[in-house]
């Protein structure tokens, strides 16, 4: 059968209005944020329904033609951009994106896999509950996305990552079956859990078409804080603090160096740095735990903080090249890891800046260093791989992971076989083999 046919197919498929080769159309999907990795497809394919994601899958798989499922395309590793052979369909889900049901009593909605997660906080809300999933790029991420990457942000620390907000899914497998597992109890021991196998699995084992969603009651009065501190150390020491005085009440528990809030002021209208020198919590202040604190003093003043925090990615995107690290290790030891990581970043990028920060709460930092000003952008990008090696090396030897919450895609794929080689990375081919027998999903990506 030829590709000719396989086009026609899917254009009877979606309709006129999903599906689309124009190259101008084609331009913001066909490349990450950082222009890093670019490819090339035959066709943008955007159904309307799990139908038609279950038809579309079916015909590729009948011409052994590879589909790669593409969310809000904000992820960080290129897993949902396709190869460069321009003979991959490219399947977006941005059409289907209707929230199905919302049923605060069972604290659970069902949502379309192409929700933008934003709209899901504001269905949450509106009903009265609360979707604890919040990340930079909630504005344009979504939620199939989110499940496809288990993705973490600001909130995992109480209430965990994209996978712990999951009751059931529902999933178009590589040959097109569709599994139906919206199932919105929370109990159901009935077997393997299945869905979690598809959660974090970026595509590669099966397309996410809709979530049932665990939902939460509204937080309350929520107080936001923003503490100086002189060490990173002094940051887990207010955090075991804090957690003394409120027990698991943190919700979130942000790292932020100062080269952070220089690069938001540059870059985003509006912003001052915070800290004028009011100390307003004395007691944590006297015990020498924080240098300076500011409060928040209204649901504005909390926004203009939080805002300041989710214009770190843009700001550093501004400074030009960067070399980025989502690494993870365990909370004790984050003091330990920027010091020694900072050690390295000086010996081996001369020049770089180091942009820290990061949800510290569960162990998690964005260790990236931006190029020196003025310098040549591929011969950093060029010398930082020796960066990268080290960084990771140190991370794994503290006990830690290379991928925190960003996942594999195509430009971490090295870095999995490295470090998670023998018998995890054989059961994961397994796995692969087992649910994608001719590898036509998202191929290349993760394994
Ligand atoms: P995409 O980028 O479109 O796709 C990501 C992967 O999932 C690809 O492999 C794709 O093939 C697959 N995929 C997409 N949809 C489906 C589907 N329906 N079924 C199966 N597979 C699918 N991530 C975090 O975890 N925490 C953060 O705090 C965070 N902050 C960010 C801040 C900024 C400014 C940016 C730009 C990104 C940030 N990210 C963060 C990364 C990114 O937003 C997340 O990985 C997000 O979950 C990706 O969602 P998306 O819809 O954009 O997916």
């Given at each position: 059968m030829s590709t000719a046919t396989l086009l026609d197919q899917l254009q009877e498929i979606v309709g006129d209005h999903g599906w689309t080769t124009d190259e101008a159309d084609l331009e913001p999907h066909l490349t990450e944020r950082r222009g890093m990795v670019r490819g090339k497809t035959l066709v943008m394919v955007s159904p309307s329904s799990t139908r038609e994601v279950s038809a579309i899958v079916s015909a590729c798989a009948a011409h052994n033609v590879a589909v790669v499922p593409q969310g809000g395309n904000t992820g960080l590793c290129g897993g949902a951009i396709p190869d460069a052979s321009g003979e991959q369909v490219l399947l977006s889900l941005a059409r289907m994106n209707s929230i199905r049901s919302i049923d605060a009593s069972d604290n659970s909605m069902v949502v379309d896999a192409g929700c933008i997660l934003a709209d899901i906080q504001q269905a949450a809300h509106d009903a009265g509950?609360?979707?604890?999933?919040?990340?930079?790029?909630e504005g344009s991420c979504q939620i199939g996305g989110n499940l496809a990457t288990n993705a973490g942000g600001l909130n995992v620390l109480r209430y965990g990552t994209?996978?712990?907000?999951?009751?059931g899914l529902e999933v178009v497998l590589a040959d097109g079956t569709v599994w139906d597992g919206l199932r919105t109890v929370c109990k159901d021991n009935a077997g393997y859990d299945i869905k979690q196998l598809f959660i974090g699995s970026e595509g590669t084992l099966g397309i996410i078409t809709a979530a049932a969603l665990r939902l939460w009651p509204q937080p309350g009065e929520t107080t936001t804080i923003l503490a100086a501190i002189e060490q990173p150390a002094q940051a887990i020491a207010l955090l075991s603090c804090l957690r003394e005085v409120v027990g698991d009440n943190v919700q979130a528990f942000e790292l932020i160096s100062d080269r952070c809030f220089r690069f938001v002021n540059r870059h985003l209208p509006d912003s001052r740095l915070p800290f004028e020198g009011e100390g307003e919590l004395m007691r944590l202040i006297e015990d020498g735990v924080v240098a300076d604190v500011v409060v928040a003093k209204s649901a504005h003043e909390a926004q203009v903080l939080w805002r300041m925090r989710h214009a770190i990615p843009d700001a550093q995107r501004s400074e030009g090249a960067s070399l980025k690290h989502d690494i993870s290790v365990p909370t004790s030891r984050i003091a330990e890891f920027v010091d020694q990581g900072a050690r390295l970043v000086a010996s081996l990028t001369p020049g770089g800046r180091l942009v820290a920060f990061g949800?510290?709460?569960?162990?998690?930092?964005?260790f990236n260093v931006s190029q020196?000003?003025?310098?040549?952008a591929e011969q950093f990008r060029q010398a930082g791989s020796a960066l990268t090696r080290a960084l990771y090396d140190l991370a794994d030897s503290m006990g830690g992971s290379f991928s925190a919450e960003h996942g594999i895609g195509v430009t971490k794929r090295n870095w999995l076989e490295h470090y998670k080689g023998g018998a995890e990375i054989e059961l994961m081919r397994t796995l692969k083999a087992a649910l994608d027998p001719h590898n036509t999903l998202n191929p290349g990506k993760v394994i």
């Open positions: 509950r609360y979707f604890p999933l919040s990340l930079a790029a994209a996978r712990q907000q999951v009751l949800h510290v709460g569960d162990g998690n930092l964005h020196p000003p003025g310098g040549d």
